[in-house]
């Protein structure tokens, strides 16, 4: 590979035909360090830097182009001026622009952050009054059942004593009436009873003593009873 | 491999890395200060295509930082994400490496950064200049940050500055040895801090091209092209992916290196 780099130099030459071989050599020379290759071989010297004119002339390098430091002043002087146009141009404009961008961003962000910590804890206050509210209401609904069955047993209760006493009243005249019909039926029987035994007697002949019939008849409706 | 050459495979790695002016065509050999021959140097103050890519890096940073943060959107778009994660990158790694005191100079570190990563990559356009793999932007770039440094610790520390070349937890006999050292590193740091970026550039630019002049081997010898250029547009394929990587971590490794050397000057103790 670096002889093909130097094979360039000879070639770079061939353009200029008055140039010898060895004459290009000094051609090379010549690029690199102008001033020793005049110093030195004085002779050589029209041929050489008519060569490395020439190379020049044809945009063609020779050595290291990066070494010729009569470009320096020209390459240094524009750098200057390039980083002075782009420092002022970063520091004044483009640098606090973006400063300012990326400090509204991270403010908008802190922002939103905080508004939704608000409405997180605007809707975690809503939760908890519409739980509050919710048991109020179970409450109050509570409440409202139990004053009602209140209601409703003090007038069940009510309507039963009522109706407890209604029955006991009317038990007790039943039962009155009972006892009366009882008592007459019994009476009834004791007189069919006291009838037909003198009828009975009378029928058989005999004479009927109403005493006798009577004590005989409660006797046997004593023992039936 | 030279007689290949012969043949004729152009092999001109280097021409990519020429100053050439804009609007003045250089008469050949008409530079030779040494014998005040001066009309065909560049001055100083001339458009030159360096001049042309370093506006473009510029104007290209301009484009992300500036107009595609027009919106100051709160919602970003894509451009504005990208400006947003760059800065955010940057931002963090000063604070990481020199905490909040370095957060003064993050515009300066900001500045570096994007220079480097645009000019890395508008570099590995086709056709472009690549004004990182110059050592004259990266001598600057170094220097810059070196002497800052330099300054900003003697101004903030005063003599205890030089604590930093001062080992105290290393035993007393070896102090001034480790002293020694640790001066030759300070003073060699600006030196592999711009090479480093410069190197690597240069490096890779030069192995496409090289490659390129490869792949015109099936012009010449179609028994030999056939496999020599398939392989080697494969290579380019693959050294421009390396270069993809390679722009943006040298860019990364100058920026934290600037950190770290920044930190040495916000706090010298070892």
């Keep these: 590979m670096f002889s093909l780099l130097q094979a360039a130099a000879p070639t770079a030459a061939e353009t200029d035909t008055h140039a010898a071989p060895a004459n290009a050599e000094a051609a090379a020379a010549a690029a690199g360090h102008g001033a020793d290759a005049a110093a030195h071989a004085p002779a050589a010297t029209g041929h050489a830097v008519e060569a490395a004119g020439h190379a020049e002339a044809a945009g063609q390098a020779v050595g290291m182009p990066q070494l010729d430091i009569t470009t320096f002043g020209n390459q240094i002087f524009w750098l200057l001026v390039t980083l002075a146009v782009l420092y002022w141009v970063l520091s004044k404009v483009a640098l606090p622009r973006i400063d300012a961008v990326i400090s509204d961003r991270q403010g908008a962000i802190t922002g939103d952050l ?25 409450a109050e609904a509570h409440k409202i059942v139990a004053a009602q069955k209140a209601d409703i047993q003090k007038d069940l209760d009510n309507a039963i004593a009522k109706a407890d006493a209604e029955i006991a009243a009317r038990t007790s005249e039943s039962e009155k009436r009972i006892g009366a019909i009882r008592d007459s039926a019994t009476a009834d029987a004791r007189s069919v009873a006291r009838d037909v035994t003198a009828e009975l007697v009378r029928a058989f002949g005999g004479n009927a003593d109403q005493g006798a019939i009577d004590a005989a008849v409660d006797a046997r409706l004593k023992g039936a009873a | 491999m030279a007689t290949e050459a012969e043949t004729g495979l152009a092999f001109h790695p280097m021409d ?57 959107a709160i919602i970003p778009n894509r451009v504005q994400s990208i400006a947003e994660m760059t800065y955010g990158m940057v931002y963090k790694m000063l604070e990481d490496i020199c905490g909040k005191e370095g957060l003064k100079y993050f515009p300066f570190v900001m500045t570096l950064f994007c220079f480097i990563v645009f000019s890395n990559y508008l570099g590995l356009l086709p056709k472009s200049f690549s004004t990182t793999s110059q050592i004259a932007v990266t001598g600057v770039l170094a220097l810059m940050v070196f002497l800052g440094v330099t300054i900003l610790g003697f101004v903030k520390n005063g003599a205890h500055f030089l604590g930093l070349f001062w080992v105290s937890s290393a035993p007393l006999a070896l102090r001034p040895v480790l002293a020694l050292i640790e001066l030759i590193s300070y003073f060699v740091r600006p030196v592999s801090h711009s090479i480093r970026l410069a190197g690597n550039v240069m490096a890779g630019h030069a192995v496409i091209k090289v490659f390129a002049a490869f792949g015109a081997m099936l012009l010449i010898s179609p028994i030999i092209g056939i496999v020599v250029t398939p392989l080697s547009v494969l290579g380019i394929v693959g050294v421009y992916g390396l270069e993809m990587l390679v722009a943006i971590i040298q860019a990364y490794v100058f920026t934290i290196l600037t950190c770290v050397y920044l930190k040495d000057a916000l706090h010298p103790s070892h």
């Excluded at chain 1, 905080?114 to 179970?138: C, G, H, I, T, V």
């Excluded at chain 2, 530079?31 to 021959?37: D, R, T």
């Design chain 1, 114 to 138: 905080m508004q939704a910590e608000e409405y997180k804890k605007k809707a975690k206050d809503a939760e908890a009054a519409y739980d509050k509210a919710l048991s109020d209401a179970r």
């Design chain 2, 16 to 72: 990519q890395f020429v100053v050439k002016p804009l609007f003045r065509h250089i008469e050949p050999g008409t530079c030779v200060p040494s014998q005040n021959i001066t009309e065909g140097c560049i001055r100083w103050y001339e458009p030159t295509n360096a001049t042309l890519w370093l506006g473009l890096t510029a104007l290209a940073i301009i484009a992300l930082f500036v107009f595609g943060t027009r919106g100051r």
